[in-house]
């Protein structure tokens, strides 16, 4: 059987088994370009165990008289308003008829697929609203997919199997958010689509960390990378980056020191030099973890990952968690949710790392490509100073020599704009680095209590037992 086969037959019976399974019940309205994840509950036989009602509106004048209007027929709002409706009026119908013995759950998506002459961008929102037992306040799991391949009937196909996966995951897949997520992307292939939010709400949820959620999303290889705003809330990238200037820092941020903060700041400064002034109120400041920071051997430590997203939100921080190592795909992903400038901000130390061949072994062109790559519409380095502790020595980006072989695009890149020298100075903290931190800590040196802002303290008790930053 061919991997294509054992997908669909995986689907089907996944199908089945919510179709001969009592406890649940409910409808289905898929809109726009959605008409797919019904058809699989029709198709597997015993429909009738599950399926209220089957409703597909395309024409927007249809779809307006249904839900009321929106400002985009694609989006979270329309999303929730098709979960108003739907559940409630399946509780109104059938919650005295069978309600006692009966999870009832409203399944909704909107979809913009490909269509004629249409070169994107194409995505769904998908959304369940369900009980957890018979007669509960309802729960909500929604969810944005963003639809990678120029084809509709492979569109229509990647979200029919999602659609049943979703609701397959939910009602069995629940208890473990790993295994839910995985669940939730099986027998579909990685490159036809990314998840790149996702949220559990309302009754049972209420002490629920969405954050978490998101983080598995993007271990399990489901998305790039997820965002969480100051107020702890997750982020849908696309929406909240959507033309808006950024400053982003990478970093471990373990533990979190105020020299982050304070060559941030530098940057930004630097960066409103060049900035309209109309753009810098919509400026954002991003924290980006990669996830290999967050793991201890294979597993992330949940609790340590919460304190450090808690002390980055307490300084004001978006953090953006992703599972890219190079800094070209960084640059990539920024520019694919906003054609805003981008300001990188990096320090002496990791602008001579990537002149390391290591990081363009595997690419065409190597070097010289990771840079184009890199410096795509409006991006730039802004680099801040560092200090040899050997020699004294004060190094700038204007002073920085790069390796031989590099020079001459060094200077190019110098020359041309491409990386900007920041003035920043605090010598003090220049002089302590986070490991010299993480050492103060470990050795009992309540000396590192100068370097770390208050909202960080927390993270050192993670640091005390001799874990390494």
């Not at 036809?192 to 998101?214: K, Q």
């Not at 201890?296 to 980055?312: K, M, P, Q, S, T």
Request: glycine share 6%; hydrophobic share 40%.
């Amino acid at each position: 059987m061919s991997t294509i086969e054992q997908a669909l037959a995986a689907t089907q019976e996944k199908a089945l088994r919510i179709n001969l399974d009592p406890a649940f019940y409910g409808s289905f309205a898929e809109i726009g370009a959605g008409q797919e994840t019904a058809n699989w509950f029709f198709r597997a036989g015993a429909a009738a165990g599950t399926v209220a009602k089957s409703l597909s509106a395309y024409d927007m004048t249809v779809s307006d008289s249904i839900y009321g209007t929106s400002k985009r027929y694609v989006s979270e709002e329309r999303l929730e308003q098709m979960m108003d409706i739907e559940f409630a009026q399946l509780i109104d119908r059938l919650g005295e008829k069978r309600g006692e013995n009966t999870r009832f759950f409203a399944f909704c998506n909107t979809v913009k697929a490909k269509g004629y002459r249409d070169n994107g961008p194409w995505s769904a929102w998908l959304g369940v609203r369900f009980q957890l037992k018979p007669g509960a306040e309802p729960s909500d799991l929604v969810m944005h997919v963003r639809l990678l391949i120029p084809d509709h009937d492979l569109q229509m196909r990647v979200l029919g199997i999602l659609g049943v996966n979703l609701l397959h995951a939910l009602f069995y897949d629940r208890e473990r958010m790993d295994s839910f997520v995985q669940s939730v992307g099986e027998h579909v292939d990685r490159h036809f689509f990314e998840i790149d939010y996702m949220r559990f709400s309302g009754n049972g949820f209420s002490m629920f960390d969405n954050r978490i959620l998101a983080l598995q999303l993007v271990r399990s290889g489901l998305s790039e990378a997820t965002l969480f705003c100051p107020d702890g809330t997750v982020a849908q990238p696309a929406d909240l980056l959507y033309k808006r200037p950024i400053v982003l820092m990478r970093g471990s941020f373990m533990p979190l020191c105020n020299i982050h903060m304070e060559m941030m700041e530098s940057v930004r400064t630097k960066f409103y030099e060049d900035l309209p002034e109309a753009q810098q109120s919509r400026e954002i400041d991003i924290c980006e973890l990669s996830l290999s920071n967050l793991l201890r051997g294979n597993e992330v430590d949940l609790l340590e990952f919460i304190d450090r997203a808690d002390a980055l939100a307490a300084m004001g921080k978006t953090v953006m968690i992703t599972n890219i190592a190079h800094f070209h795909r960084i640059s990539e992903l920024l520019n694919s949710y906003t054609k805003e400038p981008i300001a990188i901000a990096l320090s002496i130390g990791l602008l001579n790392e990537l002149f390391k061949d290591k990081w363009a072994e595997d690419i065409p062109g190597g070097i010289l490509s990771c840079m184009g790559h890199i410096f795509r519409n409006k991006t730039k380095f802004y680099v801040t100073p560092w200090i040899n502790r050997s020699t004294g020595e004060f190094v700038t980006a204007g002073t920085y020599r790069a390796p031989e072989e590099y020079l001459y695009l060094y200077r190019h890149l110098r020359e041309s704009g491409k990386i900007v020298e920041v003035p920043y100075f605090n010598q003090k903290l220049l002089m302590s680095t986070p490991r010299d931190i993480v050492r103060m800590i470990q050795s009992g040196d309540e000396a590192w209590k100068e370097y770390v802002p208050e909202a960080a303290y927390r993270m050192a008790e993670h640091l005390k037992g001799g874990e390494q930053a």
